[in-house]
């Protein structure tokens, strides 16, 4: 039993062949996907994908990317379209100094209405971070002091103080096919270590494909190739990691129905 815990199956390179590519799916053992929203614009297409598909969920949210572009997207909006049954998590937002496409104040103020819809629906968050490490880890920190809320650093990349600190505040660490690069050293260093407990695993894609599929458009059924590599890692058996992350999942989203 695996779990993609963050895909874009809407996004060009998936959103063509989206049957194919759930049939793939499915045929590595892939029994949940989690569909993500990056803004507005794909929210009926996002959920769309999960009413047609019983082993697809969806999360609503705005990227830090397109803060700029999403002034009205507010608590209460975010709340609002969370209560739909098919819809798991807030998401994806955070912080993204990289390539600081919208605003760094927008994307904080967009980031904690995010959170407040956390707080306010119950639903886990969902966090992007490049960066950015000190204001996310502050911002998290802050609102968390006002009240707790469930979330997942994905897709990670940070340091390694970043995952303790994480951990420390409550929240789960999704790896992705990154942790499978050549140059990907330190990412490795730091997937050794994290609890088993803590863990997801995601593909992000149509990005990111990880080896043996390089230059391919990433797809849910790589996950399975990220998995056996994360596992190698660690030392642990596959179908042992697999089942931990697949429990993890659902302990996390646990609107979910596994």
């Known amino acids: ?49 999960a009413e047609a598909n019983g082993d697809v969920w969806a999360s609503v949210g705005i990227h830090p990317h397109d803060a700029d572009h999403h002034p009205d997207v507010d608590t ?33 103020d967009s980031f904690r209405r995010h959170i407040h819809a956390s707080q306010q629906s119950g639903l886990p968050i969902i966090v992007h971070t490049r960066d950015a490490e000190d204001d996310t880890l502050a911002l998290l920190g802050e609102e968390m002091g006002r009240a707790i809320f469930p979330g997942v650093i994905h897709c990670f990349t940070a340091s390694d103080n ?70 190698g890692l660690r030392g642990e058996e596959e179908n042992g990691l697999a089942a931990a992350t697949s429990a993890n999942f659902y302990a996390l989203f646990n609107k979910a129905a596994p």
């Open 76 to 108: 209460a909006k975010l709340v609002a379209r969370a209560a739909h049954p098919r819809v798991i998590g807030i998401g994806e937002t955070g912080l993204d100094y990289y390539y600081n496409k919208s605003d760094r104040q927008r994307q904080q």
């Open 1 to 49: 039993m695996l779990v993609d815990s963050h895909c874009h199956l809407n996004y060009k390179g998936l959103a063509e062949q989206q049957d194919e590519v759930l049939a793939r799916a499915r045929a590595k053992g892939v029994t949940a996907m989690l569909n993500i929203a990056t803004r507005e614009a794909e929210w009926d297409d996002v959920l769309a994908v």
């Open 162 to 231: 970043f995952a303790r600190r994480a951990l420390e505040l409550g929240l789960y660490i999704s790896i992705s096919g990154i942790v499978t690069f050549k140059n990907a050293a330190d990412l490795q260093a730091t997937a050794r270590w994290l609890p088993q407990d803590r863990l997801l695993i995601e593909t992000d894609s149509p990005f990111l494909a990880p080896v043996p599929h390089r230059g391919k458009p990433g797809e849910p059924a790589f996950v399975a190739d990220t998995l056996a590599f994360l596992a």
